[in-house]
């Protein structure tokens, strides 16, 4: 079966400062991981994901994540926060064995607030 | 692109009657999913679709609830009768299908059971 835990139910940081959402897995198989980001009354967006390749993504607004096999980890990370930052981010996984479907499994949700 | 369209945003209803919930996918894309929020289960799947077909509906709650994807670009959740602890935020997502593919959600319906 595959989890997906967010330590932290809240995030707390100054405008300007780096930030950094934590996300741990687990699954039978590869993961593929993805970060997504809702602002209030909307939609979940997506910001970015691992499938394979180089441990370190990129994504939208300056976020990136660095996928940690042996820790099981994949935290987003911003090296700046803006106030416009402030949000609910999900991580989400998917096991990559073969046969494990669409199906993603959510986080919790870490809130994040950036303050001046 | 409109992305994913659903409606209506807000349904306020009381307790016992239907309600229906509606979602287009992006065109091209053949996976639908719905899910439900609220603040103490946080973000549930409901049920998913591959190519109109439920693949996987072990999340639905119960038999009240109830979904079709009668074609490619368009689902329906119904949810027949309604009771207040349906109260919750429903979302649409769809994707292209394949695993590793994104999902991208709609704006979300609020319903409100009185």
């Known amino acids: 079966a595959q989890s997906v835990a967010q330590p932290e139910d809240q995030v707390n940081v100054a405008e300007g400062n780096p930030l950094t959402v934590k996300c741990t897995y687990s699954?039978?198989?590869?993961?593929?991981l993805f970060w997504y980001v809702q602002y209030p009354n909307r939609g979940l967006q997506f910001l970015l994901k691992?499938?394979?390749?180089?441990?370190l993504v990129k994504g939208s607004y300056g976020f990136e994540a660095e996928f940690n096999k042996s820790q099981t980890s994949f935290h987003l990370k911003k090296p700046s926060a803006l106030v416009s930052d402030s949000a609910l981010y999900f991580c989400?996984?998917?096991?990559?064995?073969?046969?494990?479907?669409?199906?993603?499994?959510f986080g919790t949700g870490t809130q994040l607030k950036v303050e001046l | 692109d409109a992305g994913v369209i659903q409606s209506p945003r807000h349904e306020v209803t009381e307790m016992g009657q239907e309600v229906t919930l509606r979602c287009k996918p992006i065109?091209?894309?053949?996976?639908l999913f719905w899910y439900r929020q609220t603040m103490m289960r946080g973000l549930e799947l409901l049920i998913y679709?591959?190519?109109?077909?439920?693949?996987?509906d072990s999340g639905m709650p119960e038999d009240r609830f109830s979904a079709k994807m009668p074609n490619a670009s368009f689902s329906t959740l119904k949810i027949q009768p309604s009771e207040p602890r349906d109260s919750a935020v429903y979302f649409c997502?769809?994707?292209?299908?394949?695993?590793?593919?994104?999902?991208?959600f709609g704006p979300g319906t609020r319903l409100l059971v009185l």
């Open positions: 997502a769809s994707s292209i299908g394949q695993w590793k593919e994104t999902q991208y």
């Open positions: 699954v039978s198989g590869n993961p593929y």
């Open positions: 691992y499938i394979t390749g180089d441990n």
């Open positions: 989400a996984v998917r096991d990559g064995i073969t046969g494990g479907g669409n199906k993603l499994t």
């Open positions: 065109s091209g894309h053949n996976s």
């Open positions: 679709f591959n190519n109109n077909v439920p693949i996987d």
